[in-house]
Structures are given as C-alpha cells and as structure tokens.
C-alpha cells in the first residue's frame, strides 16, 4: 500500500503540472487527484483477504510464492462464485478492478454491494466515481449524482464524497457551491499536504469563477 501511494504520488505531480501547463481540464485533475484517496488501500485489502501473511512463519522465505494480481483476482471471482453475499468481497473486487483501470467493472462490483447494502456510503462514492469515468467527459450526473448527495448525507465527513461532489458543482457552473462544499472537507486534511494545497487552489479557482466572493461552506444537510 505504501510503494503503491509513493508512486502514486511520483506520477500524479508531473501530470497534474503538465496538464496546467497545457490547458488540460481541472475537472479530469480532479478525478484523478479523487483516485488518490482509495487505491492504495484495495492493494492492502485484496492481499488481507485473498493473501496467506500467516503462512510465512516459520517457512523459508524461497518458498513462499506470492499471487499475482490476475491469479489473486481470480482466487476472489471464485470466492464470490461461492459466497456472492460477501459485501466486503463485492468491495474489493470494485476497489481492485479500478485499480486495474476497469471503472466498468469496477462500477458493476460497486453495485453489487449496493443491492447487498443499499446505504454503504463508499460503494455510493465508489459507484459515481467509476461512472464518471466510464464517460468522455467524465461529468458527475444522474444516479452518480444523487448517490453522492446519498453517501454525504450519510457521512458527512467522507472526504471523497465531499470532492465528488464539489467537482460535480464545479462541472455545472455552481462554483459558490463547489467551494462551499470542499470547504468541508479542508478540515478533514492534514495542513501542508499536498492534497490540501490542492483542495485550497480549486477553491480559490471557484471562488474567482463565482465573482471573488469566498463561499460560505455549506452544511451537510444543504449538500
């Protein structure tokens, strides 16, 4: 998990300062920026429940053989084959084929658990974020939209709920909204990382667009 947030970071900096550099969207930035918050921990995940950490004791380190992603994804597509009520399965399944850069089956797996458990606020966020990437213009909108109000409404401090939803404000042009609603979420971040400098430069990008009045952040139940 943490060789996977360090490269993450090595490789999400350089393309964020090309893509300024050459008039990229913010709204694809911003997507990209919201994977940081969850991938490193679906590569912990799938190894805690498809791993054998305990099996090293005592084994000479030659003879341990590790999965391979593909082999470790088959191992869960046959656990969920056997047990298809398994939500924190269907959770790493969707986390893991993200990764994986399928946000097709990622968003299928994320509805899974949402039959299984109709108010899990990740798999609300999960599901908009890969339905949002499945498209072109990777516009936040209907379902994706309204699972997002959904999951904030639920927990008003999940941080990728909050920046989902921002972007999905900032996309439509309400930008008072779009810097009110990442103003909730500064306070979750650790002050000087570079997610908050982030955060604070597309606030600051919101408020100019919305006239240069500051936004008030708004209240979870407004959201």
């Not at 799938?46 to 053989?65: K, R």
């Amino acid at each position: 998990a943490v060789m996977i947030a360090v490269a993450l970071a090595a490789l999400l900096l350089p393309l964020v300062r090309h893509g300024r550099k050459s008039g990229r969207s913010r709204g694809v930035f911003a997507l990209t920026l919201a994977i940081a918050f969850v991938l490193p921990l679906s590569a912990s995940g799938l190894y805690l429940l498809i791993g054998t950490p305990a099996a090293l004791n005592g084994v000479p380190t030659e003879a341990a053989q590790p999965l391979t992603m593909q082999q470790a994804l088959d191992e869960l597509h046959t656990h969920l084959a056997q047990q298809p009520d398994d939500v924190r399965g269907w959770m790493l399944l969707a986390q893991t084929q993200a990764l994986q850069h399928d946000p097709d089956a990622a968003r299928d797996a994320y509805d899974h658990v949402l039959k299984l458990d109709a108010n899990n606020a990740e798999a609300m966020v999960g599901w908009a974020e890969n339905d949002s990437m499945t498209r072109s213009d990777h516009m936040i909108e209907g379902r994706a939209l309204d699972l997002l109000k959904r999951a904030v409404l639920l927990h008003p401090d999940s941080q990728r709920g909050l920046w989902l939803l921002g972007i999905s404000d900032f996309q439509h042009g309400d930008y008072r909204n779009a810097a009110a609603t990442w103003r909730l979420l500064q306070p979750q971040l650790e002050p000087g990382s570079n997610v908050a400098k982030a955060v604070a430069e597309q606030i600051a990008v919101a408020d100019a667009r919305a006239g240069g009045a500051p936004a008030e952040a708004a209240s979870s139940s407004t959201v």
